[in-house]
């Protein structure tokens, strides 16, 4: 009982600090959510840009692994890739859209909210 | 010859095994003889999950670490730089007209300080624009790791100074000044620490050459150095 009660205010605390109806209630961006994911958006924010291999180096990922999860998120539009070449060597580059940098935003806002509910109690 | 009417035997026996094995009420004997699906050693117990505020602190701090890794130190300013390389290359010819070893050195010390104020005016206000925080993470790291060759750079200035050996101060502030940055600038974007590289080359070069070529060694490895990366970094990393 109390629990519960614990947790609702806390979930009211939490629509109260992102500043929504109950529709806009923050929903965890599961995309984001994901380690190697949110490492990629991570680093992007405070990259201009950054090529495949650097990226890969940085975060200690393998080809397909950052492949896969690069591609997940050029899908839902939060990075965007470019293929160009240097010379012959091909090159991936990778920067982060308008709608990453936002939805990293949110992300941010969200665990805010999660970690300042709890302190308020 | 006549037909013989009755059922084979063996469609009797197909039948009869249809009606005994495949349509009889019990299931099938195998089920029976399954082993039950209880464990017999207990199951660990599930840990109790972590609460979610402490998941929600270990994702931020997660982001945070990985930005900080991921950050080379955008902040630099790459116009700041440029600025500083033409104080250097004034200062370099103001210096040149000294006459007494004291104003040229004087004049040396008014520029450093004139160059680290803008390099750390710059940079804030790039720091500030891109919202980076740059007393945290990678802007203490840099002033850490650029700080201890300066200090050095300085107490030895006065000891040669003293010791009336002037003329190898060029050389020794374009190399400690190059170590530094190339230590600062393992944490930044890769024009950094060439820059200090080409900065201790042209230190070591400027050693071995005559003590009169200094003014022009310091002209080219502090004014036109920072003049050519601040470009390159301004370019390519914003501002």
Same mark, same amino acid.
């Given at each position: 009982?109390? /629990?519960?009660? =614990?947790?609702?205010?806390?979930?009211? @605390? +939490?629509?109260? $600090?992102?500043?929504? &109806?109950?529709?806009?209630?923050? /929903?965890?961006? =599961?995309?984001?959510?994901?380690?190697? @994911? +949110?490492?990629? $958006?991570?680093?992007? &924010?405070?990259?201009?840009?950054?090529?495949?291999?650097?990226?890969?180096?940085?975060?200690?990922?393998?080809?397909?692994?950052?492949?896969?999860?690069?591609?997940?998120?050029?899908?839902?539009?939060?990075?965007?890739?470019?293929?160009?070449?240097?010379?012959?060597?091909?090159?991936?580059?990778?920067?982060?859209?308008?709608?990453?940098?936002?939805?990293?935003?949110?992300?941010?806002?969200?665990?805010?909210?999660?970690?300042?509910?709890?302190?308020?109690? | 010859?006549?037909?013989?009417?009755?059922?084979?035997?063996?469609?009797?026996?197909?039948?009869?095994?249809?009606?005994?094995?495949?349509?009889?009420?019990?299931?099938?004997?195998?089920?029976?003889?399954?082993?039950?699906?209880?464990?017999?050693?207990?199951?660990?117990?599930?840990?109790?999950?972590?609460?979610?505020?402490?998941?929600?602190?270990?994702?931020?701090?997660?982001?945070?670490?990985?930005?900080?890794?991921?950050?080379?130190?955008?902040?630099?300013?790459?116009?700041?730089?440029?600025?500083?390389?033409?104080?250097?290359?004034?200062?370099?010819?103001?210096?040149?007209?000294?006459?007494?070893?004291?104003?040229?050195?004087?004049?040396?010390?008014?520029?450093?300080?004139?160059?680290?104020?803008?390099?750390?005016?710059?940079?804030?206000?790039?720091?500030?624009?891109?919202?980076?925080?740059?007393?945290?993470?990678?802007?203490?790291?840099?002033?850490?790791?650029?700080?201890?060759?300066?200090?050095?750079?300085?107490?030895?200035?006065?000891?040669?100074?003293?010791?009336?050996?002037?003329?190898?101060?060029?050389?020794?502030?374009?190399?400690?000044?190059?170590?530094?940055?190339?230590?600062?600038?393992?944490?930044?974007?890769?024009?950094?620490?060439?820059?200090?590289?080409?900065?201790?080359?042209?230190?070591?070069?400027?050693?071995?050459?005559?003590?009169?070529?200094?003014?022009?060694?310091?002209?080219?490895?502090?004014?036109?150095?920072?003049?050519?990366?601040?470009?390159?970094?301004?370019?390519?990393?914003?501002?």
């Amino acid at each position: 009982m109390a /629990e519960a009660r =614990r947790v609702r205010s806390s979930a009211e @605390r +939490l629509r109260s $600090v992102a500043g929504g &109806a109950e529709t806009a209630a923050p /929903e965890l961006d =599961r995309l984001i959510h994901e380690r190697v @994911r +949110l490492a990629i $958006v991570s680093a992007l &924010a405070v990259n201009e840009s950054l090529a495949f291999n650097e990226l890969k180096d940085m975060l200690a990922l393998t080809d397909g692994n950052l492949s896969v999860h690069a591609r997940k998120l050029e899908e839902a539009g939060y990075v965007q890739c470019t293929k160009k070449f240097e010379g012959r060597v091909p090159r991936t580059e990778f920067r982060l859209t308008d709608q990453g940098r936002g939805a990293l935003g949110r992300y941010l806002d969200h665990m805010e909210a999660i970690i300042q509910a709890v302190r308020d109690r | 010859m006549a037909y013989d009417r009755r059922p084979s035997k063996t469609l009797v026996r197909k039948l009869l095994y249809i009606a005994k094995h495949l349509t009889g009420g019990h299931p099938p004997r195998i089920v029976r003889t399954m082993a039950k699906i209880i464990p017999f050693r207990r199951q660990p117990e599930e840990p109790p999950p972590e609460p979610l505020h402490e998941r929600a602190m270990d994702n931020l701090a997660f982001i945070r670490q990985t930005m900080e890794r991921a950050g080379s130190f955008t902040a630099v300013s790459g116009w700041g730089q440029v600025v500083i390389g033409v104080t250097g290359v004034l200062a370099a010819w103001l210096a040149s007209r000294q006459a007494s070893p004291d104003n040229w050195l004087a004049t040396w010390s008014v520029a450093a300080v004139v160059a680290m104020g803008i390099g750390v005016v710059t940079t804030g206000m790039k720091a500030r624009a891109i919202g980076e925080p740059i007393r945290s993470g990678p802007g203490r790291k840099f002033v850490l790791s650029l700080a201890p060759p300066l200090v050095a750079g300085a107490v030895l200035t006065l000891v040669l100074f003293r010791a009336g050996m002037a003329g190898m101060l060029p050389g020794l502030w374009l190399l400690l000044y190059g170590a530094g940055i190339v230590g600062a600038g393992t944490n930044s974007v890769r024009v950094v620490p060439v820059m200090g590289f080409t900065s201790m080359l042209l230190g070591i070069a400027a050693l071995l050459a005559p003590a009169g070529w200094g003014d022009a060694f310091m002209a080219l490895g502090f004014g036109a150095l920072h003049v050519v990366f601040g470009t390159v970094i301004a370019r390519r990393y914003g501002g």
